[in-house]
Nanobody, 118 residues
Framework: QPVESGGGLVQAGGSLRLSCTND????????MAWFRQSPGKERELVAF????????EYAESVKGRVTISRDNAKKTVALQINNLKPDDTGVYYC?????????????WGQGTQVTVSS
């Protein structure tokens, strides 16, 4: 299962870099995504990146503030979040992602908690 890290408590306007290691044989061929689950809300897609790293997509709520990247040699995917807002608070997860269905395809890890104070 994925192992996420890098979360923490930050003030609004700050930055965090989240990292995920997903040591699965098909990592190189999978689109990978970051999701978040905010308090009282369902888990939502934040960003995804295709297998080669050449194409990315972002949720409207984070566009311009977030960058997703991957290192296939290390089987890691990262999420850089700048200008953090209180609405970014939540548990962040990474997973394999199928664009056509809009669904995660692998098992879920523990996630990493991001808390943004105003």
């Amino acid at each position: 299962q994925p192992v996420e890290s890098g979360g923490g408590l930050v003030q609004a306007g700050g930055s965090l870099r989240l990292s995920c290691t997903n040591d699965i044989p098909t990592f190189d061929y999978n689109t990978m995504a970051w999701f978040r689950q905010s308090p009282g809300k369902e888990r939502e897609l934040v960003a995804f990146i295709n297998a080669s790293g050449g194409a990315t997509e972002y949720a409207e709520s984070v566009k311009g503030r977030v960058t997703i990247s991957r290192d296939n040699a290390k089987k890691t995917v990262a999420l850089q979040i700048n200008n953090l807002k209180p609405d970014d608070t939540g548990v962040y997860y990474c997973n394999s992602y199928r664009v056509n269905s809009g669904r995660a395809t692998g098992s879920w890890g523990q996630g990493t908690q991001v808390t943004v104070s105003s």
